[in-house]
């Protein structure tokens, strides 16, 4: 295991600051002719956290109908971002530090150097800020929201999750009861490679999941009763070897995760007993795999040591077929997909900036250009609206 977890802190970091530009296995998936583009999306703001150490930001783009960006507006939340130790490009270590609720139209944004979370009310591309409050733990990193009910995740003391109700449509109301220890290995060095990677729930939210990188090797699964109240413990899934890093779901609630120890993504089954039965696994050749977005039935990894993203296509039988790797900025890290998948959008921890790329009808993806965020060198957490 600790020849895994050195090899997982090499490639996180060796590559991704050596520079932007490296040479990858694969041919870039744009660099072959594209075919006919989907038609001009419509357009929409694009929200990216800065995760500044001083004053954590949310910056505002305009995104114009060919998916490129324009600055907007800069929001500021009220606390301040974090640094795990031992992070080079991606300071939280996490996917989902900023999560949209298009039901009440709220954002919420973590602020792991001040141990609370903002809440946001989105009105267009502008943010008002509605609430601070406390993340119940230290250096929240991750959220997730089904109906009424938001779950955080905080990275340090072993780890944690802390449930809230949304009260009156704009506040967050914290529940003493929903509170879970996580009990991880989260102070072995380096701290990064350790802490909890993410938090979601389900897609029909009967199931709250947390990975846990290399604290703990494993998909641990909450079932989450009517009432919102999370079991008392959850199953752990350990899949040994592997650094469980960020997932999503598929169109049938299947669930497609990176492992940034072998540099993978995985796919799993999971079960009404919490227990994951894995169905896929897809090498990207690549190095530092730990973010990923879902496009339809294509899939999108950032591969954090390499500067590129993977694509994958899915097939009926939910495995994956690699599409080809194409370039990003140095350190590729937390991404968004547009509601109508006709963009992704991928931040550059390395340079602070997001590469827009469109999304072409055989999945290949064609870049569209690039912004960068002021203040936001390591800053993770985006959304496409």
């Given at each position: 295991?600790?020849?895994?977890?050195?090899?997982?802190?090499?490639?996180?970091?060796?590559?991704?600051?050596?520079?932007?530009?490296?040479?990858?296995?694969?041919?870039?998936?744009?660099?072959?002719?594209?075919?006919?583009?989907?038609?001009?999306?419509?357009?929409?703001?694009?929200?990216?956290?800065?995760?500044?150490?001083?004053?954590?930001?949310?910056?505002?783009?305009h995104?114009?109908?060919?998916?490129?960006?324009?600055?907007?507006?800069?929001?500021?939340?009220?606390?301040?971002?974090?640094?795990?130790?031992?992070?080079?490009?991606?300071?939280?270590?996490?996917?989902?530090?900023?999560?949209?609720?298009?039901?009440?139209?709220?954002?919420?944004?973590?602020?792991?150097?001040?141990?609370?979370?903002?809440?946001?009310?989105?009105?267009?591309?502008?943010?008002?800020?509605?609430?601070?409050?406390?993340?119940?733990?230290?250096?929240?990193?991750?959220l997730?929201?089904?109906?009424?009910?938001?779950?955080?995740?905080?990275?340090?003391?072993?780890?944690?999750?802390?449930g809230?109700?949304?009260?009156?449509?704009?506040?967050?109301?914290?529940?003493?009861?929903?509170?879970?220890?996580?009990?991880?290995?989260?102070?072995?060095?380096?701290?990064?490679?350790?802490t909890?990677?993410q938090?979601?729930?389900?897609?029909?939210?009967?199931?709250?999941?947390?990975?846990?990188?290399?604290?703990?090797?494993?998909?641990?699964?909450?079932?989450?009763?009517?009432?919102g109240?999370?079991?008392?413990?959850?199953?752990?899934?350990?899949?040994?070897?592997?650094?469980?890093?960020?997932?999503?779901?598929?169109?049938?609630?299947?669930?497609?995760?990176?492992?940034?120890?072998t540099?993978?993504?995985?796919?799993?089954?999971?079960?009404?007993?919490?227990?994951?039965?894995?169905?896929d696994?897809?090498?990207?050749?690549?190095?530092?795999?730990?973010?990923?977005?879902?496009?339809?039935?294509?899939?999108?990894?950032?591969?954090?040591?390499?500067?590129?993203?993977?694509?994958?296509?899915?097939t009926?039988?939910?495995?994956?077929?690699?599409?080809?790797?194409?370039?990003?900025?140095?350190?590729?890290?937390?991404?968004?997909?547009?509601?109508?998948?006709?963009?992704?959008?991928v931040?550059?921890?390395?340079?602070?900036?997001?590469?827009?790329?469109?999304?072409?009808?055989?999945?290949?993806?064609?870049?569209?250009?690039?912004?960068?965020?002021p203040?936001?060198?390591?800053?993770?957490?985006?959304?496409?609206?």
């Amino acid at each position: 295991m600790k020849r895994i977890l050195s090899l997982t802190h090499a490639a996180w970091t060796a590559a991704a600051v050596a520079g932007s530009m490296a040479v990858f296995a694969l041919p870039s998936a744009s660099a072959a002719a594209s075919p006919a583009p989907y038609p001009s999306g419509s357009e929409g703001p694009v929200f990216v956290q800065t995760d500044n150490t001083a004053h954590n930001e949310i910056v505002a783009y305009h995104r114009a109908p060919d998916g490129s960006l324009s600055r907007r507006g800069t929001f500021a939340t009220g606390g301040k971002g974090g640094v795990l130790d031992g992070s080079v490009v991606d300071h939280l270590a996490s996917q989902g530090s900023l999560v949209h609720d298009c039901a009440h139209h709220l954002l919420f944004a973590v602020n792991a150097g001040s141990d609370t979370v903002t809440v946001f009310s989105v009105d267009g591309e502008r943010l008002h800020r509605e609430q601070v409050i406390t993340s119940g733990g230290r250096f929240p990193v991750s959220l997730t929201v089904h109906d009424d009910r938001v779950y955080v995740l905080n990275a340090r003391d072993g780890g944690s999750v802390q449930g809230y109700r949304i009260a009156g449509g704009k506040r967050l109301e914290r529940v003493g009861g929903w509170r879970r220890e996580l009990r991880l290995d989260t102070t072995t060095a380096p701290e990064f490679t350790h802490t909890p990677g993410q938090v979601s729930f389900t897609p029909d939210g009967s199931r709250l999941i947390v990975t846990t990188k290399a604290g703990g090797s494993s998909v641990d699964v909450f079932r989450v009763s009517p009432s919102g109240a999370p079991s008392a413990r959850p199953v752990v899934n350990v899949e040994n070897g592997a650094v469980p890093f960020g997932f999503t779901f598929d169109s049938r609630g299947r669930l497609v995760v990176t492992d940034a120890g072998t540099n993978a993504v995985l796919t799993f089954a999971v079960r009404e007993d919490g227990h994951v039965v894995r169905l896929d696994k897809v090498l990207t050749g690549e190095q530092a795999t730990c973010w990923i977005s879902r496009a339809g039935d294509r899939f999108y990894a950032s591969n954090a040591g390499s500067n590129a993203v993977s694509g994958f296509r899915q097939t009926r039988r939910a495995t994956l077929e690699p599409l080809g790797t194409t370039a990003t900025g140095a350190g590729s890290t937390d991404s968004a997909v547009t509601p109508d998948e006709h963009f992704l959008y991928v931040q550059t921890g390395g340079t602070g900036g997001v590469d827009a790329f469109r999304v072409e009808r055989d999945g290949s993806l064609h870049k569209v250009g690039t912004v960068i965020v002021p203040d936001a060198v390591g800053g993770e957490g985006i959304v496409a609206l």
